[in-house]
């Protein structure tokens, strides 16, 4: 997995780059934005949202978070760049920068694309990272985090499982990494083959049916079908679910304190039963809430360091 070097605190790339202190504060932040409803205010700061990759929670909660604490938002549309004319990222960031834009919202499918951004001398705006390939997604890790702490208020020794398409995903990847560090004890399961040995220095692999009733948390995550090759669409919808995911009879054994979470977009019926979605120990919806709250601190913690 790539290393992040920035120190910067401008800059959100990687919850690696923040140490343990940094990041519960950043949580207790978003937590205390959503118990009180003030947030702190940026009404002379221009932001711009540049997802080169299709989203829909991601990128509008950012665009919330933005218009919440007053910033002034600008559209932009790759199909409508002159991304298209073969321009390049770096100097697409250095043309916004150059015409006023403060923070900008980065999802692009190359893996650490943020690397020259952060390590160029001309580039002074703030570069939050909404997503880069099968690298790292921390604003979604920031929520998850947020949304195990309102419900332990705490990661030490909380025994955590992410299911499902681990060499994918970039929400496994930056989970898996602060998690260890918080405390949590980490488990992995779903297709071997969508398992990666280096994982091994995270947690250990075990099959669903003999973590299901130990878990605090169930942190299941959708299977990519857009990254597979058509080769690799070696499970239905059905023969996944009952052997990988979160069914009915599975969630019957699950320890009654213990919840269900997912990134989304959910691919009901494969990784969790449809009417498991909005179940009562479904933190699904919550996931969804705390992911404006959570980028309203990421974004404040990026600005007051400017």
């Known amino acids: 997995m790539t290393k992040v070097q920035t120190k910067s605190n401008r800059h959100f790339v990687s919850l690696e780059q923040f140490d343990n202190t940094d990041i519960i504060n950043m949580i207790k932040a978003a937590v205390e ?3 009180n409803g003030q947030f702190p205010s940026y009404t002379d700061k221009y932001a711009i949202n540049c997802f080169f990759e299709q989203s829909t929670r991601t990128h509008k909660s950012f665009e919330m978070a933005e218009r919440r604490m007053g910033m002034q938002v600008l559209e932009f549309q790759p199909s409508m760049s002159s991304i298209q004319k073969g321009e390049s990222l770096y100097d697409t960031v250095l043309t ?10 980065i999802r692009h499918s190359e893996e650490a694309y943020y690397t020259k951004l952060i390590e160029s001398k001309h580039i002074h705006c703030s570069i939050v990272n909404g997503g ?12 998850d985090l947020m949304t195990i702490y309102e419900e332990y208020g705490t990661f030490e020794n909380l025994e955590i499982a ?29 297709p071997q083959e969508w398992y990666d040995p280096s994982f091994e220095e995270y947690g250990t692999y075990s099959a669903i049916d003999k973590l299901i009733d130990r878990v605090d948390v169930m942190m ?4 990519q079908h857009e990254r597979h090759k058509e080769s690799d669409s070696r499970f239905s919808k059905s023969t996944y ?16 304190s213990a919840i269900i979470m997912h990134p989304a977009p959910v691919n009901r019926g494969v990784e969790i039963d449809d009417s498991l979605v909005e179940c009562e120990r479904s933190r699904i919806i919550t996931q969804m809430e705390n992911g404006v ?14």
Do not use: W
Not at 135 to 140: I, T
Not at 166 to 190: C, D, E, P
């Open 33 to 35: 934005f959503k118990r």
């Open 241 to 256: 679910l009952q052997k990988y995911g979160i069914t009915c009879e599975r969630e019957s054994r699950m320890k009654q």
């Open 96 to 105: 916004l920068q150059a015409i006023g834009v403060n923070l900008i919202v």
């Open 293 to 306: 709250y959570a980028r309203i601190a990421i974004i404040d913690s990026v600005l007051k360091h400017r």
């Open 162 to 190: 992410i299911a499902g398409d681990l060499t994918h995903s970039r929400v496994a990847k930056s989970n898996m990494q602060i998690l260890k560090r918080l405390g949590a004890k980490l488990y992995f399961t779903g």
């Open 220 to 223: 299941l995550l959708r299977v």
């Open 132 to 143: 880069d390939g099968a690298g790292q997604h921390p604003s979604q890790s920031l929520l």
